[in-house]
């Protein structure tokens, strides 16, 4: 379950906020989360009961809505580790950059 806001304009809203979740064969679960505003980072709360030996890992594409990858500049624009995760006893917390897309690992 996601509760954010919406972006866009009067006519035009989508979700803050676009995430999907799996778990595979070996248990882990991923979760894949968007920032879709061009200029507003998001609080993220995640309440979910991890035991001490599950590891909360993630990586995050982010940068200005400009950025790209071109002949001139083959790595403006990458994945790269994010450790701006908090761990607690309720779960997990962060500050999604905007314009940004994170893959967390749960596992």
Excluded: W
Aim: charged letters at 20%; one cysteine or more; a negative charge.
């Amino acid at each position: 379950f996601v509760q954010c806001g919406e972006v866009g304009t009067d006519e035009y809203k989508i979700p803050h906020l676009d995430v999907s979740s799996s778990v595979d064969q070996d248990g882990v679960i991923h979760i894949t989360m968007a920032n879709l505003s061009a200029d507003a980072a998001q609080d993220i709360e995640c309440p979910i009961a991890l035991n001490d030996s599950q590891q909360v890992t993630a990586r995050i594409l982010a940068g200005s809505m400009e950025d790209h990858n071109d002949f001139n500049e083959l790595y403006r624009v990458g994945i790269t580790p994010f450790a701006g995760i908090t761990r607690d006893a309720t779960g997990f917390s962060f500050k999604m950059p905007a314009c940004s897309v994170i893959e967390i690992t749960i596992g």
